[in-house]
């Protein structure tokens, strides 16, 4: 299942192309193939990490625009109105208002004027380190983000196989469950019915109707995880499934592909998203460190503007004017802030190596955990397998043992919960072992669509899990919450 640098790449580039194929309409039946498809198309927080990814996108466009061209036009049209008078008052002048007439007062004046204008401004960025510094940050959290969309598919993906196979682990502990307390409710019968005969002492009933007892409440426990199981997929894809297909008996329990844990330690360094996205972070702080230094550059542009006004004032032409030149500007104090900056920005890249180195670390023990627990696996699930055979075999010993008086009913029940606590047993190591091996791609970075199919064709189409719903009936999807939320255009 491992995979070549170039089907990652499509992995990562061509999610959109897996998840256009999920089907829209709410599912009756349904394979682990098809709940993945759902669940890529709908899980929230996967919808929400895409996003998040676009917005980065748009930010490294903001970014490359402010180093384009920037030219802008502006008009402007006015009406006002100017009114003015003079008073040339002469020594033995009349005051006005005390006679003389007009006398002493000067000329008056009451003008309207209409004007327009219009601007167009031109700036072209040729030095400007710091926008320059911060373009390159933006591509780096791109790359950082790309990653983190990667790391959110293959931990859905993951997620969605865990409760599929939870609910084909509660389904077969549950049929164990049932088979059990079947099995001692007749040894109850016959207990019961060797008591009235005198065969047998009433202790021997009270130690089967315990155990009866025992087994219904383990049973209907197994029949609530069971209802609980389902409510994981609807989560994720928002769909309910009335029946899942269930894993074929006849699994190919195998160890991992390569066998060297060393070389799963090495795909997970040259593959996991999450130790990539780490070190992308590197680069992002790093880049950070380059744009609060660009703080001390100077920045160089040329720029161009042309005006041209009008007004109708009697004896006014219209005139322009033109302008063609550079501007330059150099920071020389700015209070220490700069120099705090390129501080702090040397601080969160320490920062990010330390978590890069963590997440390094972790992936490690991670991958070599999940190496020893696959291959440990493979081994339990013979291992349960035959014990469900020596089980089997104990039982039927006992069981003789009782009807000729060497054992007693107590070993009886004994030897059926273990025969039934085998069979679960055997069940949980067989989802334990496709769990452990979909987690360990998930670490090593290998976990994709393919993988989903390679386990989707363990899958027998004959066999189906039901899931029995309550008595109330509900329509609806059950994670029905409206519309879906739109970019805008």
Do not use: K
């Not at 309409?25 to 669940?39: E, M, R, S, V, Y």
């Not at 997440?359 to 469900?388: G, H, K, M, P, W």
């Amino acid at each position: 299942m491992l995979r070549s640098p170039i089907s990652r790449c499509f992995r990562r580039h061509g999610l959109a192309v897996f998840v256009g194929m999920a089907m829209a309409a709410n599912a009756q039946a349904a394979d682990l193939w098809t709940i993945a498809q759902d669940a890529l198309d709908n899980d929230a927080e996967l919808s929400s990490t895409r996003a998040g990814f676009r917005a980065t996108e748009a930010a490294r466009d903001v970014q490359r625009g402010t180093l384009l061209p920037q030219i802008s036009i502006g008009g402007n049209a006015a009406h006002s109105r100017v009114y003015s008078s003079s008073f040339e008052g002469q020594a033995g002048a009349q005051v006005p208002g005390q006679g003389g007439g007009d006398a002493g007062f000067g000329a008056a004046q009451d003008d309207t004027v209409n004007s327009v204008g219009l601007s167009l401004d031109a700036e072209q960025a040729l030095f400007d380190p710091t926008r320059r510094a911060q373009l390159e940050r933006a591509e780096r959290e791109i790359d950082r983000d790309a990653l983190g969309v990667d790391a959110a598919a293959q931990q859905l993906l993951f997620n969605v196989a865990n409760a599929y196979f939870e609910i084909l682990r509660a389904h077969d502990v549950l049929s164990a469950r049932r088979a059990q307390e079947a099995a001692i409710s007749r040894q109850l019968e016959q207990a019961q019915e060797r008591f009235e005969v005198g065969l047998i002492a009433i202790t021997d009933v009270h130690e089967a109707q315990a155990s009866y007892d025992l087994a219904r409440a383990q049973r209907l426990a197994a029949e609530g995880a069971m209802q609980v199981s389902f409510e994981a997929l609807e989560r994720l894809t928002g769909h309910r499934y009335d029946s899942i297909d269930a894993l074929d008996d006849e699994v190919p329990i195998a160890r991992p592909v390569p066998v060297d844990r060393e070389e799963w330690v090495e795909l997970a360094m040259a593959n996991s998203p999450l130790v990539l996205s780490a070190e992308a972070g590197i680069e992002v702080a790093r880049s950070s460190v380059d744009v609060a230094r660009a703080g001390q550059l100077p920045v160089v542009s040329a720029f161009a503007n042309y005006g041209w006004s009008d007004t109708d004032r009697t004896g006014t032409n219209h005139q322009s004017e033109s302008q063609v030149g550079l501007r330059a500007s150099l920071p020389l104090y700015t209070g220490g802030s700069t120099q705090a900056q390129i501080r702090q920005s040397g601080f969160l890249l320490e920062a990010s190596q330390y978590d890069f180195e963590a997440q390094r670390r972790d992936t490690i023990q991670q991958v070599r955990s999940l190496f020893t627990r696959v291959n440990n696996d493979v081994e339990t699930v013979e291992a349960r397998r035959q014990a469900i055979v020596s089980n089997q075999s104990a039982l039927e010993a006992t069981r003789s043992g009782y009807e000729v008086g060497t054992r007693n009913i107590v070993d009886v029940l004994n030897a059926e919960q273990n025969l039934f606590n085998a069979i679960a047993e055997h069940a949980e190591a067989r989802y334990d072992y496709v769990l452990g091996l979909l987690q360990l791609q998930q670490q090593a970075g290998l976990l994709g669509p393919d993988s989903i199919q390679a386990v989707n064709a363990w899958l027998s189409e004959e066999e189906r899990v039901l899931l029995e719903l309550p008595d109330e009936v509900n329509d609806d999807p059950v994670m029905n919450i409206g519309e879906r939320p739109q970019a805008p255009s």
